[in-house]
């Protein structure tokens, strides 16, 4: 890592510093990572408050208004780190999107949506959400509590009254988050606004300007809910819809820092996944798949990217995804796939591969979510769904793998850019649903032929 004559990181300020360890001292640092981190050994031993009683008591105290988890979400209850209850919808979903994933990695969300087409699952993807800003925040710095918390509960009001537009009752629609840095940031927030009257005094200012109150109050979730957690608790019922055998392939899983190091007591454990010693999303999804999930040494670090490393010493985020985290996973686990569900972390770990290359590095491996995973055991085409072209790493040798001809699903893909070139377009979601305070929206009962492909 390059440092400038003061003895400071380039791009970090004057407080990090060059700590000059010698290599017993450097092995000593590390050796904590490599050895057996479990839920037990790590977090357990740190007991932390449950924020939702907190919240709870300031709803009854009249301060804030709680949009609550409904029966008409169909939810599923699932474990926390200390085996606290977490509701998570099954459907009626107001989806919060990624930027990330909209703008590098489109076959995260597309694959997201059609795993709920084949559930039959109802959701609202609308056109009226901003970005959370948590990008800025931890990559800059130039972003603060306030905005980050007023954006957090703007985006969460607009899903608590974007069903009046269908004539629905406010609340219909319940907050799925696809972004790990959002699904971390908001979960901060909350517990911020929940410990700071002056923080909720300052946001409570911004948002009544905006007309996001209701009945003069802000609006706080009951719960916070990942993407991935709903893939987990329907684990079961997305197999039954599995057509491809993936009990060959060897995956490694990448959990994201944002998912379950931040706020961890909120986060999934199962004891049927890995006797309940790490998070439980992605890899309980891959074993109900019947995926092999292979450990490895360095399954807790960081992906390499750290937000403000992409940004200010970018050869440190590429050096540490490949030498942390892809050898690794290729040498000493042998891996066909990395699994992750984040927007950033797959981002890294994929696009970041071919610079390897030019030291000598050489460790090709698919990198791909969990929700792009399990369509393609679903039958999804790899490309028009699941649309791995958009990746850097190699995807190929993968598809054989499991039996999936590449090349003729290459071909039919061109084939259908060229009827999508001709104008015979087709989409996941009616696009017409989307603009919910537009012109362009028109009601349920107008609508002449939604499609659902």
Known sequence: MSNDKNGSFEGFGAEWKVTQLNEDEKRRATDWVEAKIDRRSLLTGKRKEDIRDVMWQLEKEGEIVVHR????????????????????????????????????????????????NKLGNNYLDETDQTSCTAWNYHGSGIGNVVSLAAVFLRNYHQAYVSAKA??????????????????????????????SAELRAQVKEILGKLGRLVD????????????????????????????????????????????????PEDVIYDNDVLDGNRVAVSTGLMETFGAQVIDYSTWYDC???????????????RSFAIDRKIKVAVEEARADVMIGHDTGCITTLDKNQWIGKAVGKVYALPIMADCQFAAIAMGAHPYKLAQLHWHASPFETLLEKIGIDWEKAKSEFESYLGEVA????????????????????????????????
């Open 422 to 453: 001709k104008g015979k377009i087709e989409t996941l979601y009616d696009p017409q649903r989307a603009i919910t305070s537009g012109p362009g929206y028109k009601k349920p009962a107008q609508l002449a032929g939604a499609t659902s492909k």
């Open 303 to 317: 992906c390499g990217f750290g937000f403000r490393h992409i940004i200010g010493e970018r050869e440190f985020t």
């Open 166 to 195: 269908e004539g629905l009752p406010e609340g219909t629609y319940y907050p799925l988050v696809h972004c790990g840095t959002s699904f971390g940031n908001y979960k901060e927030m909350r517990i911020f606004l929940m410990h």
């Open 216 to 263: 003069g109050k802000l609006l706080i979730p009951e719960e916070i809910v990942h993407y991935s957690e709903w893939l987990h608790v329907v684990r079961d019922k997305l197999a039954a819809h599995q057509t491809i055998d993936v009990s060959k392939v060897r995956a490694t899983i990448h959990p994201a820092c944002h998912v379950y190091k931040m706020v």
């Open 69 to 116: 988890v409904g029966d008409h979400h169909k939810p599923i209850m699932a474990k926390t780190l200390y085996g606290w209850d977490k509701k998570i919808p099954t459907d009626n979903f107001w989806h919060h999107k990624s930027c990330g994933q909209c703008g590098n990695i489109p076959g995260y969300p597309t694959s997201v949506m059609w795993l709920m």
